[in-house]
């Protein structure tokens, strides 16, 4: 993929390990456009000039955009104190212009029609669920937004028959960490865990053609299909792409397995606060979030779940 001024860049990743590495080189792809217009690195753009990356950008969400900006912040921050860093007069940049955006400032630059469609709260969530012709896909969703869901989809996909009480309800889930986890469920979540285990084939393109696939014959709830070679757990990506094609066949293209967890914690906290009769959840209500999806439960978490989710509540 084309970067700008490549060499200067990948001076700049050599540090950082393979990971880290590829977040950037689609970070910094995705700025080349605006960086060829005005001839010019990122780390030397103006007030003006960012802002307009940040709208090329068009981000879905801020969290995403805040991170692009504090790694963005990053490099400028090393292009200045390597001194590659000029403005047109070719006098030394000193100030680093990622630091003018804070939350507030970012906040301007996420899509509007992604701040009113990526979450599905109540009647709209259960719309999607029953838009999933297969039940392998319907689960998935109900499963996230019951809070289930683990480092990568770990605890959806490594979910066994196991693992699952019926008659109590309860869904032992199991992280990437070797973290165990009880966690009870309602009757929709357990039926359509109970219509997935025995799902046997796969209904191609959620039913828009008649084209059928068996599914791999195991004991996971969410299974891959039957290819050879191919094996349970299936793959975060698979889980992703079929997930994200039923979301563009469903209208909503911001629908993705984030989204649908966090729509899960906006329901639980409208639950809080009707179920406590109050007029605003308090700090221990997202604590209370925080545990049932599986975060950490200090202070900083509770405070970062609150901002996220309190204007949809």
Avoid at 100 to 118: H, Q
Avoid at 153 to 162: C, F, P, T, Y
Avoid at 216 to 232: E, F, Q
Wanted: charged share 30%.
């Amino acid at each position: 993929m084309p970067l700008y001024n490549k060499e200067q860049k990948q001076r700049f990743m050599e540090q950082y390990d393979q990971d880290t590495q590829e977040f950037y080189r689609f970070l910094f792809h995705a700025c080349y456009r605006i960086e060829r217009r005005y001839k010019k690195d990122v780390c030397e753009f103006g007030h003006e000039q960012f802002k307009t990356l940040l709208d090329n950008f068009r981000a879905t969400s801020l969290q995403s955009l805040k991170v692009r900006t504090s790694r963005l912040r990053t490099y400028i921050d090393y292009c200045i104190n390597n001194g590659w860093a000029a403005d047109q007069d070719g006098k030394a940049i000193q100030i680093n212009v990622a630091d003018i955006f804070d939350a507030s400032a970012l906040e301007r630059f996420v899509r509007v029609d992604a701040i009113r469609k990526k979450y599905l709260i109540g009647d709209e969530y259960d719309d999607f669920v029953r838009f999933c012709r297969n039940a392998q896909d319907a689960v998935v969703a109900q499963l996230l937004r019951e809070g289930v869901k683990g480092k990568d989809l770990w605890e959806i996909r490594n979910l066994s028959r196991k693992d699952i009480d019926f008659i109590g309800r309860i869904l032992t889930l199991y992280d990437h960490d070797g973290n165990v986890r009880k966690h009870k469920v309602n009757n929709k979540t357990i039926e359509l865990i109970q219509d997935a285990l025995e799902q046997e084939q796969y209904v191609a393109k959620n039913g828009e053609t008649d084209k059928m696939r068996d599914l791999v014959k195991d004991d996971h709830v969410v299974r891959p299909l039957a290819y050879r070679g191919i094996t349970c757990p299936i793959s975060t990506a698979s889980i992703q792409g079929r997930l994200s094609r039923i979301a563009k066949m469903y209208g909503n293209s911001f629908i993705t397995p984030h989204t649908l967890f966090v729509s899960g914690q906006i329901e639980y906290g409208k639950m809080l606060k009707k179920r406590d009769g109050v007029e605003e959840l308090a700090l221990g209500h997202y604590k209370k979030i925080c545990q049932r999806f599986s975060l950490s439960t200090n202070d900083a978490t509770a405070y970062s779940v609150k901002y996220s989710i309190q204007k949809y509540i």
